[in-house]
Each structure stands twice: as structure tokens, then as C-alpha cells.
């Protein structure tokens, strides 16, 4: 039987506070697949030894319970792919917030058109959803979101954790992303060891072009 594997240095995997969680739940995931193997292999073996012991006494009501042991089975593989992507999600919501303070700090620091800018937020009612808010709060900033070839990852990332939350929002899940990377054929959410890995990779890039953005922007106002 496969062993856990011990959680590996993190300041090895990777540069920074944002992609190390990142990487932690991706490493998170793995285990969380292993360990689905290993019950569900488990489960199998004793569902074909118990046949194999007596098939002539082999009852279909023992048939049934093996079944409803799978069903739990991949409810709870559902329940850990689902734990994974809110988590990435509130993950990506926790650097939007640090990288706005940043953004509003060097904006404060800074000596020029302060308080136009201020006023001009302050002017400004918050519509939408948080992603859109933090969206059009960058673009004032001069740093357009949308403009990062994996902002459509990111905003599925977050659609995938509504879904979760507020099933509700399945259709307008599926009305912006035509070829959903978080859904099954049954429009349930999943996420593959494929995904997670391109997931994680994918959103590091953005922090990292963001946190390049705002290292930029505070250049040209000199703080």
C-alpha cells in the first residue's frame, strides 16, 4: 500500500507567500487522490473476495451494500475536489486583497494626483461581484486584469467555488465558460490531476505578473 508522502519544503517549491499555498494545496490534492485510490481499491478487493469466498451464497443485498460503500466513496472524493478549488479560489481573493493594500500604500505614498485619484474611488459605488470589484479597482490603477492570459482561468477558478457554494449559479457558470475545466459531463464539479496541476501553474503566473504590475507602478510614482 501506498505511503503518505511527508509535505516538502515549501521555500523549496516555490518563491513567494502566494505560489507556496498554491503549491500546498496542490500538494494537498495528491494526497487526497492517493488516499481515494487506496480506499477505493480496498473497497473492490473485498467486494470480489467476498464473492470469490461463496459466489452461491453471495446475496444481492451484500451486492447493494458494496454499492452504497462506492456511492460514499465518491461523494467524498467530490467533497475533497470541491474543498480544493474554494480554497484556491479564496487563495486568489487573498492576493487580489494584499495586492490592492499594496496598490493603495504606494497611491498614498505617492505625491502625484493623490487626491484626484482618491476622490475619484471614493466617487465610485462597488457593483458586482468581489472579482469584478477588485477587476475595476485595478483598472483605475492602471493594471488590467483581463489582460493576463490566465485572468479566464481565474475567473473560472472562482465560478467553479461559487457553483459549490451556490449551486444556483450553475447556468451562469456554464453560459461564460462554454468548455468548462471544472465540470463533468453531468455538470458536476471535479478537478483532475491534470487540472490541478495546470491550475496551479496557471494562477502562479498571474500573481507573479501582478506583484511585476504593481513593482512597476511604484516606479514611476517613486515610492
Same mark, same amino acid.
Not at 516538502?8 to 500538494?27: G, H, M, N, Y
Not at 493594500?101 to 498614498?108: A, G, M
Given at each position: 500500500?501506498t505511503?503518505?508522502?511527508?509535505?516538502?519544503?515549501?521555500?523549496?517549491?516555490?518563491p513567494? $507567500? =502566494?505560489?507556496?499555498?498554491?503549491?500546498?494545496?496542490?500538494?494537498?490534492? !495528491?494526497?487526497?487522490?492517493?488516499? =481515494?485510490?487506496?480506499?477505493?481499491?480496498?473497497?473492490?478487493?473485498?467486494? &470480489?473476495?467476498?464473492?470469490?469466498?461463496? $459466489?452461491d451464497s453471495?446475496? @444481492?443485498?451484500?451486492?447493494?451494500?458494496?454499492?452504497?460503500q @462506492?456511492?460514499?466513496?465518491?461523494?467524498?472524493?467530490?467533497? %475533497?475536489?470541491?474543498?480544493?478549488?474554494?480554497?484556491?479560489?479564496? +487563495?486568489?481573493?487573498?492576493?487580489? *486583497?494584499?495586492?490592492?493594500?499594496?496598490?493603495?500604500? +504606494?497611491?498614498?505614498?505617492?505625491?502625484?494626483g493623490? !487626491?484626484?485619484?482618491?476622490?475619484?474611488? *471614493?466617487? *465610485?459605488?462597488?457593483?458586482?461581484?468581489?472579482?469584478?470589484?477588485?477587476? @475595476?479597482?485595478? &483598472?483605475?490603477?492602471?493594471?488590467?486584469? /483581463?489582460?493576463?492570459?490566465?485572468?479566464? %482561468?481565474? &475567473?473560472?477558478?472562482? #465560478? #467553479? %467555488?461559487?457553483?459549490?457554494?451556490? $449551486?444556483?449559479?450553475?447556468?451562469?457558470?456554464?453560459?461564460?465558460?462554454?468548455?468548462?475545466r471544472?465540470?463533468? @459531463?453531468?455538470?458536476?464539479?471535479?478537478?483532475t490531476?491534470?487540472?490541478?496541476? #495546470?491550475?496551479?501553474?496557471?494562477?502562479?503566473?498571474f500573481? /507573479?505578473?501582478?506583484?511585476?504590475?504593481?513593482? /512597476?507602478?511604484?516606479?514611476? +510614482?517613486?515610492?
Amino acid at each position: 500500500m501506498t505511503e503518505p508522502m511527508e509535505m516538502p519544503s515549501l521555500d523549496d517549491l516555490a518563491p513567494d $507567500p =502566494f505560489a507556496q499555498k498554491l503549491e500546498r494545496l496542490k500538494w494537498i490534492y !495528491s494526497q487526497m487522490e492517493m488516499a =481515494f485510490g487506496v480506499e477505493r481499491q480496498l473497497l473492490q478487493e473485498e467486494r &470480489q473476495a467476498n464473492v470469490d469466498r461463496d $459466489p452461491d451464497s453471495y446475496k @444481492e443485498w451484500e451486492h447493494l451494500i458494496f454499492d452504497e460503500q @462506492e456511492c460514499d466513496l465518491e461523494a467524498r472524493n467530490k467533497l %475533497r475536489a470541491e474543498f480544493v478549488l474554494v480554497s484556491l479560489a479564496d +487563495t486568489v481573493r487573498e492576493l487580489l *486583497k494584499e495586492a490592492k493594500s499594496e496598490v493603495d500604500r +504606494t497611491t498614498r505614498d505617492s505625491s502625484v494626483g493623490v !487626491s484626484n485619484i482618491a476622490n475619484d474611488r *471614493k466617487s *465610485k459605488k462597488s457593483r458586482g461581484d468581489w472579482l469584478t470589484r477588485f477587476r @475595476e479597482f485595478f &483598472q483605475e490603477s492602471q493594471i488590467d486584469l /483581463a489582460g493576463h492570459a490566465e485572468w479566464d %482561468r481565474v &475567473q473560472e477558478v472562482v #465560478a #467553479a %467555488r461559487n457553483v459549490i457554494q451556490h $449551486p444556483e449559479s450553475l447556468q451562469n457558470y456554464l453560459t461564460c465558460h462554454r468548455d468548462p475545466r471544472y465540470l463533468n @459531463e453531468n455538470a458536476e464539479v471535479q478537478l483532475t490531476r491534470g487540472e490541478i496541476n #495546470a491550475t496551479v501553474n496557471g494562477l502562479r503566473d498571474f500573481g /507573479a505578473w501582478l506583484r511585476d504590475q504593481i513593482t /512597476a507602478g511604484s516606479r514611476k +510614482t517613486g515610492t
